[in-house]
C-alpha cells in the first residue's frame, strides 16, 4: 500500500493506476457492494476525523447514474441542515475523494466532524446499477520530498490534501484591509483565499527553494474583477512586476479562454481546470532566518489576492504532484458525456465531403420579420472555416435583405442547471465565424439570420446558399414566400431586462466602453425587431446622475 503522494510521479511513469497511486492508510473501511450503505458514528479518533471518504466503483449498463452521499451531525434536522453531495457518473469505473474538514451544509454551516452519527451513500436514480468496490475513510494524503504547502482563507473552507489551513487573522500576513474569502465551486486548492495582502512570511528551510503562489481570484464571472499592476517581491527582490491597463487585463485575462474549443478527448480539466488559479513560481534562497519574506504592491481589487503557497526544493515533484491531483479531483467531479452530444440542427445537415442535390429549403418571410436557418455542417477531414453565400434569382433582392452568419463555438455545456455533467455542444453563437474551422467528423452548427432591410415584393424568390471550404462546394437552393400581408402592429413592444457587460463594470475607466456597449446591445436588437427592452442604467445615487441619464436616452 502507497502510503503518501510522493509515489505519485513515480507510480504514473510505471503506469500504476489512480486507485493505487492514491492509497492512503485506512481509518475505516465501510461495506462494499450494492447500494444503499448505511453508517452511524464510526470518526471514533483524530486521525479519523482528518481523514478523507473515498469511493470507488462501477457503473454498469449504458445509461448515467446519480450517486448522493448524506452526512448527518448533531445540529442536522433535515436536508438543509446536513451535508448532501450529488454526483451524475456516466458509465464506467468512477473514483471520489471527499475530506471530511470543510464540509458545509445546504445552508453554508459547516458541519461538525466530531459529532458525525451518520454516513449514508446510495442511488437516487435506484437502478442498483452503482457497485462500490472501495469504499472507506482514508488519512489525507502529504506532500511529496518534505514541501510545505499552506492553503488560505477561512477557517472552515475545504483545505486541498497536504495543505496547512492559515486564515487571515494569522501573524504571517499584514496588510490594511485583510479579508477571507471562500469561493465554493472551485477546486479545493482555489475555493479559499486572502485577499488585501501586503506581506506574507513563510517559515522555510534553508538553501534554495522554490516558491509557488496561486493568485487568482475565482469570482464567479459576473462579479469578477481585475488590477491595473501588481509587483511582488521575494526577501527584497522583484520577481514579478505586471502592468495593464484595465482593457488589456480583460483581454489578457478574462476573455483568455473565449476562442478555445473541445477538442477529441473533451478532457474538462484540459479545457478549464488547468487555466485556473493564476500560478506563478520562483527560485529563492533562503538564509538562516529560515523564512522567506514576501511584500506585495499593487492597485486594483484583487492585486493583493492570494489562495495557496507551496515551498520546496527546486528538484522536488511536488508541484507536479500536486497539479495531478486537482486534474484528477476536477475530471472526478465533473463528468463529461460525449453521447448525448450536440442538438441536432432543425434545417439542414450538410455533408461537404457528399455533393448532394438537395430540395429546396422552404422559408416564409414578411417585411416586418426576418427568418431563420439552422445548418449542421460537416466534413470527413480536418477543414478550413466555411464561407457562406446568398444569392437570389431576382438580384435586386440583395439589397433588400441582409444575411447575418453566426457559428456555433464547441464547448463543454452543462446538460442541467447546477449539476455535474456536461457533454460538448456548439450553442453558443459567434460572428467571426473563420475563426472556428471543421473537426474531423464533428458537425459544427451553424445560424442564419435574413432580415428586411427594404420592402420586399410579395412572391415566391428563388435562391440560392453556397458553402464552401476550400476547394469543397455544396449548394442548397433556397424557396422564400413573401405572403402579400402587412402584419398589425403590436399593441406593446416586447424585449429583454439589459445587463451592463461585468467584465466592463470593474473599472471606471471603462464607463465609455459600458455605454458603448449597452447601446451595441440595444442597436442590434432594435435591428432583429426586438425595441422594447429595458436598458442597463447606472444607480442614480448622488454625483451619479449624468451617466444615468445617459443610459435612459
Not at 493505487?20 to 475505516?28: N, P, Q, R, S
Not at 477543414?383 to 439589397?399: G, R, Y
Not at 435583405?401 to 455535474?420: C, K, S
Not at 453563437?429 to 445560424?447: H, M, Q
Request: one cysteine or more; hydrophobic letters at 35%; aromatic letters at 8%.
Amino acid at each position: 500500500m502507497i502510503k503518501h503522494a510522493s509515489s505519485i510521479i513515480a507510480a504514473t511513469l510505471v503506469g500504476l493506476s489512480t486507485t493505487t497511486v492514491f492509497a492512503g492508510e485506512v481509518f475505516h473501511k465501510f461495506r462494499n457492494g450494492s447500494l444503499p450503505i448505511r453508517a452511524g458514528a464510526i470518526l471514533q479518533t483524530e486521525a479519523s476525523r482528518q481523514g478523507v471518504i473515498v469511493i470507488r466503483g462501477t457503473v454498469s449498463g449504458d445509461e448515467n447514474v446519480k450517486l448522493a452521499l448524506r452526512i448527518d451531525d448533531a445540529k442536522s434536522r433535515g436536508y438543509a441542515s446536513r451535508y448532501n453531495m450529488g454526483r451524475i457518473l456516466p458509465p464506467g469505473p468512477f473514483s471520489l475523494r471527499l475530506p471530511l474538514s470543510g464540509l458545509k451544509t445546504e445552508r453554508k454551516r459547516a458541519i461538525d466532524v466530531e459529532s458525525i452519527h451518520n454516513i449514508t451513500l446510495f442511488e437516487a436514480t435506484g437502478t442498483g446499477r452503482a457497485i462500490i468496490d472501495h469504499y472507506a475513510i482514508e488519512e489525507a494524503i502529504t506532500l511529496p520530498d518534505n514541501a510545505l504547502g499552506y492553503s488560505f482563507g477561512k477557517s472552515d473552507s475545504p483545505v486541498f490534501e497536504g495543505f496547512k489551513r492559515v486564515s487571515a487573522s494569522n501573524s504571517m500576513f499584514g496588510g490594511k484591509n485583510l479579508r477571507d474569502i471562500y469561493r465554493p465551486g472551485a477546486d479545493p486548492l482555489l475555493s479559499s483565499g486572502i485577499n488585501g495582502i501586503e506581506r506574507i512570511t513563510l517559515p522555510a528551510p534553508s538553501g534554495k527553494q522554490r516558491l509557488t503562489l496561486w493568485t487568482e481570484e475565482t469570482s464567479a464571472w459576473q462579479e469578477l474583477r481585475g488590477f491595473v499592476n501588481r509587483r511582488i517581491k521575494v526577501n527584497g527582490k522583484i520577481v514579478r512586476h505586471e502592468t495593464y491597463n484595465p482593457r488589456q487585463w480583460n483581454e489578457a485575462v478574462y476573455l483568455s479562454g473565449r476562442d478555445r474549443e473541445v477538442g477529441k478527448d473533451n478532457d474538462i480539466w484540459d479545457m478549464y481546470g488547468k487555466h485556473r488559479g493564476g500560478r506563478i513560481s520562483f527560485d529563492v534562497d533562503v538564509g538562516e532566518g529560515n523564512k522567506i519574506d514576501i511584500e506585495i504592491a499593487g492597485a486594483g481589487a484583487t492585486a493583493l489576492y492570494v489562495s495557496a503557497a507551496l515551498i520546496e526544493k527546486p528538484n522536488s515533484k511536488a508541484l507536479t504532484a500536486i497539479e495531478q491531483r486537482r486534474k484528477k479531483w476536477f475530471n472526478d467531479k465533473w463528468k463529461v458525456d460525449p453521447t448525448i452530444g450536440e442538438l441536432q440542427a432543425s434545417d439542414r445537415t450538410v455533408n461537404l465531403n457528399k455533393i448532394v442535390r438537395f430540395k429546396p429549403l422552404d422559408l416564409t418571410m414578411t417585411n416586418e420579420t426576418g427568418t431563420s436557418l439552422s445548418l449542421s455542417v460537416k466534413s470527413e477531414q480536418e477543414a478550413a472555416a466555411p464561407t457562406f453565400k446568398i444569392t437570389w434569382e431576382n438580384d435586386n433582392l440583395k439589397d433588400m435583405i441582409e444575411p447575418m452568419f453566426w457559428a456555433g463555438q464547441r464547448r463543454l455545456e452543462r446538460v442541467r442547471t447546477g449539476g455535474n455533467l456536461f457533454t460538448p455542444r456548439s450553442t453558443q453563437l459567434r460572428s467571426d465565424i473563420k475563426t472556428f474551422p471543421l473537426y474531423a467528423n464533428t458537425p459544427r452548427r451553424y445560424s442564419v439570420w435574413l432580415q428586411p432591410t427594404d420592402m420586399i415584393p410579395a412572391g415566391t424568390h428563388k435562391g440560392v446558399l453556397t458553402i464552401k471550404s476550400g476547394t469543397r462546394v455544396q449548394e442548397l437552393p433556397l424557396s422564400m414566400i413573401v405572403p402579400p400581408i402587412t402584419l398589425p402592429k403590436i399593441a406593446s413592444d416586447a424585449g429583454f431586462y439589459m445587463l451592463h457587460a461585468p467584465h466592463l463594470s470593474w473599472h471606471h475607466d471603462l464607463a465609455e466602453d459600458k455605454a458603448q456597449q449597452n447601446a451595441c446591445d440595444l442597436s442590434f436588437l432594435s435591428k432583429l425587431g426586438i425595441r422594447g427592452n429595458a436598458p442597463a442604467l447606472h444607480v442614480p445615487h448622488v454625483k451619479g446622475e449624468v451617466p444615468f441619464v445617459r443610459d435612459t436616452q
